[in-house]
């Protein structure tokens, strides 16, 4: 292996994005104290790059790491004096190496467990949403405070205050690194698998910036969940969300053409959808209507219809408004109507689609998606002017240059349809 200091670091770097969750979350065990935690991982990814362009790269990485993670959070309790049943635990100032060691093995026996705990922790109620996804993407994700400033464009001041005041938040509250209790499971699942949605979204329809996707926050939203299938195997929201994700991220290959132009759904070449992806969001659909489903299981139906049909024209339309139905039955919104009013309209009732529409007006104003749907749906009913006029608008609220560029191109088709 090179020691060279560069290609070191871009090993370490490597390393660091799929081990980095579970050393955090195996220290944050140990000191009770996610931040501290995160520090003392910082710390050791530090040490690796000054060691290991010296000393080689370990043949297994990931127990170096928690190895030498772990020394460290001894070393910490001792010197902080903050845990004084863990200082009894290690034998406070007498500890002797070969102790530490067997500290550290056992450690490493609950990994699964403590995962679990640091994902709760992330995504914890007391957290606002923002906090919540940039705490779960830095802790869980390895992304750097730079890397998730430039997801979200945000600035990276902006990003870093989010995740200091996020670990000052879980300390001040007094935020314990525990499992929720059984009476607070359904409701903490629901807030993890939330932020898990909100990342997947933000990368699957980007809400600003130059580019109409980023895949790679769909991947690192899969990856996460799942992780959480592995931890929660019979908790079904956990598998429907997952069969979501995948079955909607089967289709980014084909959501740009090879200039980088956003391309509709009707429009997709659906030979470029990712068949592997398919098979397992089916998979997992099936997986969580076993177990009785929910919310994300419906709209994994949903995808699952798009995923099924071969050309646009195959599509169950019928169904997905039926489906849609029991969406809003499940949980109620604006988003959810809209969507609704777009799979009524192409079932063949878009004068019914206008009038859900037209209901959202106050709840849905300033939401381009809005006057996007509204202007599709008179475009059925032959109102071209009109149509057009509502896409010109949708592209003056839009953040994102390609869906503005989208928009645009919409009303242009309309207005060479009316002359």
């Not at 069969?243 to 089967?250: C, K, N, T, V, Y």
């Not at 980088?260 to 759904?265: E, M, N, Q, T």
Request: net charge neutral; glycine share 8%.
């Amino acid at each position: 292996m090179s020691t060279d200091p560069a290609a070191v670091r871009r090993v370490v770097e490597a390393v660091w994005r799929i081990e980095s969750a579970r050393l955090v979350a195996s220290l944050a065990r140990l000191v009770g104290d996610v931040g501290l935690a995160e520090e003392l991982a910082q710390d050791t990814f530090v040490a690796a790059i000054e060691q290991w362009p010296r000393d080689g790269v370990p043949a297994d990485p990931g127990p170096w790491l928690r190895a030498t993670g772990k020394h460290r959070a001894i070393d910490a309790i001792r010197r902080r004096q903050r845990y004084a049943g863990k200082l009894v635990i290690v034998g406070a100032d007498t500890v002797e190496r070969d102790g530490e060691d067997e500290l550290v093995d056992s450690l490493d026996d609950h990994i699964g467990d403590d995962l679990l705990r640091l994902i709760f922790t992330a995504a914890h109620p007391v957290l606002s949403t923002e906090a919540r996804v940039a705490l779960t993407l830095r802790l869980l994700g390895g992304l750097s405070t730079t890397e998730i400033a430039r997801a979200f464009l945000i600035p990276e001041a902006t990003a870093a205050q989010r995740i200091v005041r996020a670990k000052r938040t879980l300390a001040t509250a007094g935020v314990r690194f525990t499992m929720p209790t059984p009476a607070e499971l359904a409701d903490r699942t629901g807030t993890v698998l939330g932020v898990l949605y909100l990342i997947f979204n933000e990368g699957y329809s980007a809400t600003g910036g130059e580019s109409w996707t980023q895949p790679a926050l769909c991947r690192e939203a899969m990856r996460l969940g799942r992780v959480l299938v592995g931890l929660l195997p019979d908790e079904p929201e956990v598998h429907g969300l997952v069969a979501l994700m995948e079955l909607q991220a089967s289709r980014l290959p084909a959501r740009a053409d090879d200039a980088g132009r956003p391309v509709l759904l009707d429009d997709q070449d659906r030979r470029r959808w990712d068949r592997l992806l398919i098979r397992r969001g089916l998979a997992a659909l099936d997986r969580a209507e076993s177990l009785g489903g929910g919310w994300y299981t419906v709209q994994a139906a949903i995808a699952a219809c798009h995923a099924r049909s071969h050309t646009a024209a195959d599509t169950d339309w019928k169904r997905i408004a039926a489906l849609y139905e029991v969406l809003a039955y499940l949980r109620p919104s604006p988003v959810v109507r809209l969507n609704q009013a777009v799979a009524v309209g192409r079932a063949g009732d878009p004068a019914r689609g206008l009038t859900i529409v037209e209901s959202l007006g106050l709840a849905l104003r300033g939401y381009p998606q809005l006057p996007a749907v509204r202007g599709d749906l008179l475009a059925r009913v032959g109102r071209i002017a009109e149509a057009r006029a509502e896409f010109e608008r949708a592209a003056e609220l839009t953040r994102n240059e390609d869906e503005r560029t989208l928009f645009l191109a919409r009303a242009e088709a309309l207005a060479t349809q009316s002359r």
